[in-house]
């Protein structure tokens, strides 16, 4: 994504900025050719016709001159532009559908896991259909993959795209036989079939006669626990000139991380005795691989918001609730694009209001599983602010749940004394300065009363 949302956008900068000059261009070379027309036309002609009756004629058409000498030069100047904004046009639809195309994924991925977590019965061949399709969507370099599925010892391929469906489908692979068993991803460069020595030299030509030459490929495990359960392979062939990026890499990892979790919700759904603990640690796993400073993140808020909760007395539930609203408070970024997540620069405003979308994204997906609807409501509302300028609803002072108080004092402690791609971390000292010229504006007072004795125990330790 950050290909997609990051560098296109600074290259669109540069030239919608070069668009803009065009103009004041074309108008500065009218208005320096006119002047020196003006000022040495006479001259120079005068120095190059020395018949009078000659100069004379010219002097009758020289601007009529000026006005074809002009139009021939601003013709090419402004047809030059021109091609510039079809260019730039063309380049901006082309941005435009890859982040559809991204966007798509990463909302089928929100569906497909709300059906999990809504404990809907899904198949496993249409999970793992499903998986493969979202996938090809969010890696942007692919042209050509398929899913397989093992079942009683046997591996069979369920989905394609770029190969023959049908020839695919009638293969039956030894499980044993089979080489990509593993629950993470490998990148194979050139790779050679992995049917070769699996099928009969009679179906292995058939299968070549209707395929493609491969260039390299991603392949993806997904198993619970040691058991391998399918997979899918992400192709480019032969015939493209691109290889996979870094940012597919990562976001494949990710999403590999939060597919096995999902896989492993799944199955337990399935015999309808979910774990919450299972569900809340695979969430977690893939947002620490797709946003680099979460990692450690979610875990050292929870702890911080733990000791505030004993502090005010919290009971065994109440602590319960704190602790894994304040783990998951971020969840809902796992849908914000990498590239803005770890963006060192300023956001733009239109990148800001896409991260504020995280709150309600949380309480979207937390709000599904029944073991974890009781703290959605918390996780929704950490952003919200004493003073009522907060979001996403706008609540304010008491209106606010004392769980989501706590979370927002924090989750901005952290935040404020930890390094950032955007910003550096600030001492202790200043943190605790923030806190209080904050306390009652951004921050519930007694919220930041009870976690300032913490500190400052910590501090006396």
Same mark, same amino acid.
């Given at each position: ?18 668009? =803009? ?40 058409? /020289? %601007?009529?001159?000026?006005? *074809?000498?002009?139009?021939?030069? =601003?013709? #090419? ?41 809504? !404990? ?10 499903? $998986? ?15 899913? @397989? ?50 099928? $009969? ?5 058939? @299968?070549?006669? /209707? ?9 993806? %495990? ?37 597919? !096995? %979790? ?32 979460? +990692? ?11 000791? &505030?909760? +004993?502090?005010?007395? *919290?009971?065994? #539930? ?29 956001? $733009? ?18 709000? /599904?599983?029944?073991?974890? /609807? ?10 919200? #602010?004493?003073?009522? +300028? ?41 943190? &605790? ?6 306390? %009652? ?13 913490? =500190? ?6």
């Amino acid at each position: 994504m950050r290909s997609i949302i990051k560098e296109n956008m600074e290259k669109d900068d540069v030239k919608n900025i070069n668009v =803009l000059k065009s103009p004041i261009k074309i108008a500065s070379i009218y208005a320096i050719i006119g002047c020196l027309w003006i000022l040495f036309s006479d001259r120079i002609l005068s120095m190059i016709v020395t018949d009078k009756e000659i100069y004379s004629t010219i002097q009758t058409y /020289k %601007g009529w001159f000026f006005v *074809f000498f002009t139009a021939i030069i =601003l013709y #090419r100047l402004i047809k030059a532009d021109y091609n510039k904004i079809n260019r730039l046009s063309s380049d901006l639809i082309e941005s435009n559908k890859e982040m559809e195309r991204v966007l798509k994924g990463r909302n089928d991925l929100f569906i497909l896991s709300t059906k999990i977590l809504e !404990n809907r019965y899904i198949d496993d061949e249409v999970f793992l259909s499903e $998986t493969f399709k979202i996938a090809f969507q969010l890696v942007k370099e692919c042209n050509a993959g398929s899913a @397989y599925i093992v079942e009683n010892g046997i591996v069979r391929f369920i989905d394609a795209i770029g190969f023959d469906m049908e020839l695919l489908g009638s293969f039956k692979i030894s499980e044993s036989k089979f080489e990509y068993k593993f629950n993470d991803i490998k990148i194979k460069n050139s790779p050679e079939s992995s049917l070769k020595r699996k099928i $009969t030299p009679e179906q292995y030509k058939e @299968y070549t006669d /209707k395929s493609v030459e491969l260039k390299q490929s991603i392949i993806v %495990g997904i198993s619970n626990e040691d058991t391998f359960c399918g997979g899918l392979s992400l192709d480019i062939t032969k015939d493209k000139d691109v290889e996979f990026s870094d940012e597919s890499i990562r976001n494949i990892k990710a999403f590999q991380q939060l597919i !096995n %979790g999902f896989y492993k919700v799944k199955k337990v759904n399935d015999q309808r005795n979910i774990e919450q603990g299972d569900i809340v640690h695979s969430f977690i796993s893939a947002l620490e691989l797709h946003d680099e400073y979460t +990692k450690g993140h979610s875990e050292t808020v929870a702890l911080y918001s733990l000791e &505030i909760g +004993k502090r005010l007395n *919290f009971d065994d #539930r109440q602590l319960n609730d704190l602790y894994w609203a304040a783990t998951m408070h971020d969840i809902g970024k796992i849908i914000i694009p990498h590239s803005i997540l770890n963006k060192s620069g300023k956001l $733009t405003k239109e990148e800001y209001e896409h991260v504020k979308e995280h709150t309600q994204m949380g309480y979207n997906i937390l709000s /599904k599983a029944d073991s974890l /609807k009781d703290v959605s409501k918390y996780v929704l509302l950490h952003h919200e #602010r004493w003073d009522g +300028k907060g979001y996403p609803v706008g609540l304010k002072g008491e209106e606010i749940p004392l769980i989501s108080q706590i979370i927002s004092v924090a989750d901005s402690w952290h935040a404020m004394t930890s390094d950032r791609t955007y910003k550096m971390k600030i001492t202790k000292e200043q943190g &605790i300065k923030e806190l209080k010229n904050n306390r %009652g504006t951004q921050f519930a007072p007694d919220i930041v009363d009870v976690f300032l004795e913490i =500190l400052n125990e910590d501090q006396g330790e």
